[in-house]
């Protein structure tokens, strides 16, 4: 679409046209939104002057593509911003008011992942040292390895997890010493 493009009936037309054929977003030029905002409300104020028919229609028409639109383009971004959650390879053609929600759906995507997924599996591998408090007998750890027995004022390096659990409980404390 060229950057310089009148917004009209038709052009906001082909645009919705585009926008249902492709999967991925199309281009808009610069201030899209801004400029059919700007064509509506000159719309509206022709309304006001004359009671013109053709033009009530012209802005309810226009109105219905608009929100065809845009809730394609929310659709692409949501599905591009999973997509970039897994692989930071960010879709063209984002239009600036479109990039801020697109990077809070990315955010959130990534903080849900970085709190479930990435977690799940790095614990299982990582190790906490700690020092024992207790006895303890031995036990399980999340990773399925067996630990212990251990004796008070053992020291040993247990999964994250279980680390985290005994020091709650009082069993056991973090160890910072070689």
Request: aromatic share 8%.
């Amino acid at each position: 679409m060229p950057e310089d493009e009148t917004i009209t009936f038709e052009y906001v037309r082909k645009v919705q046209r585009e926008e249902f054929r492709e999967a991925r977003l199309s281009k808009l030029p610069d201030g899209f939104y801004r400029k059919v905002k700007d064509y509506l409300e000159e719309k509206r104020k022709l309304l006001k002057k004359k009671e013109d028919r053709s033009s009530s229609l012209e802005a309810i028409n226009i109105q219905r593509l608009l929100e065809d639109v845009f809730n394609r383009r929310e659709t692409k971004i949501i599905n591009h911003a999973l997509i970039t959650a897994r692989t930071d390879i960010p879709p063209p053609n984002l239009t600036e008011e479109e990039k801020e929600f697109f990077e809070s759906i990315v955010d959130s995507l990534k903080s849900r992942r970085n709190n479930v997924l990435y977690k799940l599996f790095k614990k299982r591998e990582e190790l906490e040292k700690v020092k024992f408090l207790d006895s303890i007998e031995e036990f399980v750890g999340i990773d399925l390895k067996k630990y212990g027995p251990f004796n008070k004022g053992d020291v040993s390096r247990i999964p994250i997890d279980n680390a985290e659990l005994l020091i709650k409980a009082k069993k056991a404390k973090a160890y910072q010493g070689g």
